[in-house]
């Protein structure tokens, strides 16, 4: 884009007019869905939903939301990634599992984080900062599974955090990842918002799947509060994102904030 901005000066001998340009940065598109990676595989989605970076490349989560398949056929929830600027996408990972009618099981990506740690879950340093890729889905099971990516063999590894009856207006879901450092711990914690529990956490943890330790329940359950605490409140809440300020935790759930008292004990 280019604008053109006319100036002009009066001068005792007539109308003087400059036209400068100035020029302007231009947005290009880096991705159109409905095209092929270099090994064949259909890039598509009804909407491209989350954007990460990790390790030196750009994470891309797709989802098919009331998907109206072409020639392509149905396809299940993907991410993709861009190794280099200017170059072409390419699928790093399709969800290949099934449900017993044929559908994908995994049909949307609901989150994508890159998660850091440098202490471990007792507060112990690490020789080298760890930094895994997580990712969540939309599963018709109704089963809330965080994945998490091995760098060097590219696989995804699942681990389930809850499971709860899909209705057909509504899938139980992880809406979003946070990393958050514990200020009176010391502990590097990443946090799951899911839909319909609440917030869980967990720690890194190489023995464990996926390498985190995630702790069995919520450390926010928000099928607690009552309409009396919280007037207002909807039939629903959900965790939609997380964000640190001087050092604190904030998540945003259904219409309001709640901030995470660190300790031992969170509150």
């Known amino acids: 884009m280019v604008i053109t901005v006319r100036i002009c000066i009066i001068l005792a001998a007539g109308l003087l007019c400059a036209v400068p340009t100035i020029a302007r940065a231009e947005f290009e598109v880096a991705y159109a869905a409905g095209n092929r990676d270099a090994a064949g595989r259909f890039m598509g989605g009804t909407e491209l939903r989350v954007l990460t970076s990790h390790a030196g490349r750009l994470y891309a989560g797709l989802g098919y939301w009331e998907d109206r398949p072409g020639p392509e056929g149905p396809q299940s929830a993907a991410i993709l990634a861009l190794d280099v600027p200017g ?112 917030i869980y ?25 009552s309409a009396d605490a919280f007037p207002g409140l909807g039939r629903r809440l959900r965790v939609s994102s997380f964000a640190e ?7 945003a759930v259904g219409q309001f904030v709640f901030e995470r008292i660190d300790g031992p004990a969170p509150r």
């Open 201 to 225: 956490s967990g720690v890194y943890d190489p023995t464990a799947p996926g390498h985190i330790d995630w702790v069995p329940a919520p450390e926010l359950d928000i099928r607690s509060p």
């Open 87 to 198: 170059t072409a996408w390419r699928v790093d990972h399709a969800f290949a599992d099934r449900m017993p009618d044929r559908r994908w099981r995994d049909f949307a990506i609901s989150a994508l984080h890159e998660a850091r740690f440098a202490p471990d879950g007792a507060g112990t340093r690490l020789a080298q900062p760890i930094a895994l890729l997580l990712a969540a889905s939309w599963d018709r099971t109704g089963t809330v599974r965080v994945f998490s990516r091995d760098d060097t063999t590219g696989a995804w590894t699942p681990t389930t955090l809850a499971q709860d009856r899909p209705l057909p207006d509504f899938l139980p879901q992880v809406r979003s990842l946070a990393t958050h450092r514990d200020a009176r711990t010391g502990v590097d914690r990443v946090f799951a918002g899911t839909d319909p529990r609440g």
């Open 245 to 251: 300020c001087n050092g604190a935790l904030f998540a």
